[in-house]
T-cell receptor
Framework: TQLLEQSPQFLSIQEGENLTVYCNSSSVFSSLQWYRQEPGEGPVLLVTVVTGGEVKKLKRLTFQFGDARKDSSLHITAAQPGDTGLYLCAGASEEGSNYQLIWGAGTKLIIKP | DTEVTQTPKHLVMGMTNKKSLKCEQH?????MYWYKQKAKKPPELMFVYSYEKLSINESVPSRFSPECPNSSLLNLHLHALQPEDSALYLCASSQGYLTVTYEQYFGPGTRLTVT
């Protein structure tokens, strides 16, 4: 069974601080997506990383895919209250002919003003 | 336009009722998905339709019955549900099913409560 371990599960910090969320696996992924979800809403796609070592930036958010395509991180600089939400990573996996998304458990992030 | 719409937003139903959830996308995507999400958990895949054909059924109980009338629409028919089926039901679509990037776009979900 493939697993994607996401940490931390919960993080509450002050506005202006930096933070990093991690997703780790022993499996190789074809790509990895990061989503943010607000309560009662569907996940919103933030970014997709495909190439090992790839770094993508989205304003104050920096996403990195590990060289071996087994792990990824999300770094937020100078966090704002608007960054509050549930952050989910999901790895695209191919096992035989079965394509599927493997989901991390999520990181609930609260940014206090 | 990266919008997936879902109706209704909220649904309360008794265990003997029959209801349907609807999902629509106009992005030309050829794969559509139903997920179930419990509070504080990631989405759990239920069904995948690729080119309007059911590709994956993740051992979902028969009280959930999916239907894909055309490439833009996806329905989930509900019958004789149990209280433990209460959850947020999410629809998603992607450009294709067997694609490397596998980006899925989600609708806002239907909050289902079974009484």
């Amino acid at each position: 069974t493939q697993l994607l371990e996401q940490s931390p599960q919960f993080l509450s910090i002050q506005e202006g601080e930096n933070l990093t969320v991690y997703c780790n696996s022993s499996s190789v992924f074809s790509s990895l997506q990061w989503y943010r979800q607000e309560p009662g809403e569907g996940p919103v796609l933030l970014v997709t990383v495909v190439t090992g070592g790839e770094v993508k930036k989205l304003k104050r958010l920096t996403f990195q895919f590990g060289d071996a395509r087994k792990d990824s991180s999300l770094h937020i600089t100078a966090a704002q209250p608007g960054d509050t939400g549930l952050y989910l990573c999901a790895g695209a996996s191919e096992e035989g002919s079965n394509y599927q998304l493997i989901w991390g458990a999520g990181t609930k992030l609260i940014i206090k003003p | 336009d990266t919008e997936v719409t879902q109706t209704p937003k909220h649904l309360v139903m008794g265990m003997t009722n029959k209801k349907s959830l609807k999902c629509e996308q106009h992005m030309g995507h050829r794969a559509m998905y139903w997920y179930k999400q419990k509070a504080k958990k990631p989405p759990e895949l239920m069904f995948v339709y690729s080119y309007e054909k059911l590709s994956i059924n993740e051992s979902v109980p028969s009280r959930f019955s999916p239907e894909c009338p055309n490439s833009s629409l996806l329905n989930l028919h509900l019958h004789a549900l149990q209280p433990e089926d209460s959850a947020l039901y999410l629809c998603a679509s992607s450009q294709g099913y067997l694609t490397v990037t596998y980006e899925q776009y989600f609708g806002p979900g239907t909050r289902l409560t079974v009484t």
